[in-house]
């Protein structure tokens, strides 16, 4: 469950803190802003006095992605005062850019996007600002040294999941010597780079702990899969694989069981989303520790969205609550997961 508290400065003219507690709350979805990014939706420009704000996401990689869909569709809806412009970019760069383009010739008042890489953003950015549209940045972060191009970055802190998973596995696994393989998620991508860091800055010092090949899996279960195909050849002896998400972690348990050997006991497991079928598998023992990267981030953006509708300012970095679970607590998890 997303609830967070965290105070937000009313303008210049100095009004007192006003402290929002924000949870995440399901209203009910307006699923056909999948238009792509140059046709307005549906009902014209969604009237009155809604405001209107095009969104640029990564894709549809992962069960991770589908659930960070949903919230955002279903959190900036018609009925909350939203017109919803919503695009998704196949992974691509140079689709994340057009949208945005797009979204800045059709006036919109925010633009919001998850960057699928950390670099490359601040021509369009800077044309945003130039064209006083404020951008929010969820999920990803850019890599950029003018933080005026952005109003806040709201997603989890991904070298403190690393640091997580690393710290779990120097106490439960690396107890011995371990050879461990990595499926990194998409290169260049927030997540990705500050994972591999996080779980090598909680695991250098464990002479335990060999990290003997790395690779990009792309974080969808197809990549997972033939990237750990490919290590299972290579090397005989592996004791843990590191995914960077869970559907990488699914597609690693099919190569796994495929070449005969017994996922979650062989070869351990490691991952990060909790994602349900993630879960699913840690319950059933196929997975042995999953940090959460809690990717129900509308509600929050929705309130971002007000309160600098309002006139209010929010903090740059706002950082969301992440949990881990191991395979006890992944079966009592299960039953009430929102995602
Ligand atoms: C993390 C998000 C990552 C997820 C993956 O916030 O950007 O992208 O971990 C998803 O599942 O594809
Ligand atoms: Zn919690």
Known sequence: MVSKKFSMRAAAAGVAVLALGLSACSSGGDDDNT???????????????????????VGSESGWRAA?????????????GFDLKFSDAQQKQENQIQAIRSYIAQGVKYIAFSPVVETGWDAVLQEAKAANIPVILTDRAVDTQDKTLYKTFIGSDF??????????V???????????????????????????????????????????ASQTGDFTRDGGKKVMEGFLQANPDIDLVYAHNDDMALGAIEAIEAAGKVPGKDIKIVSIDGVK?????????????????????????????????????VEPRIVTHDDAFDQAAAKEALPTRQY
């Open 170 to 212: 120097n106490e439960n696994v690396a107890t011995e010597p371990i050879n461990v393989v990595e499926l990194q998620g998409t290169t260049g991508s927030a997540p990705a780079i500050d994972r591999k860091q996080g779980f090598e800055d909680a695991t250098k010092s464990n002479t335990n702990v060999k990290i003997i």
């Open 159 to 168: 070298v403190e999941e690393g640091k997580r998973i690393g710290e779990w």
């Open 68 to 80: 960070n869909t949903k919230s955002i569709q279903e959190s900036l809806t018609k009925e909350n």
């Open 277 to 313: 079928d993630g879960m699913q598998a840690l319950a059933d023992g196929k997975i042995n520790y999953i940090v959460e990267c809690n990717p129900l981030l509308g509600p929050d953006l929705a309130d971002i969205i007000k309160t600098l509708d309002s006139g209010g300012t």
């Open 35 to 57: 238009a792509d990014p140059g046709s307005s939706s549906s009902e014209g420009s969604g009237g009155g006095d809604t405001i209107s704000v095009g969104f640029s996401q």
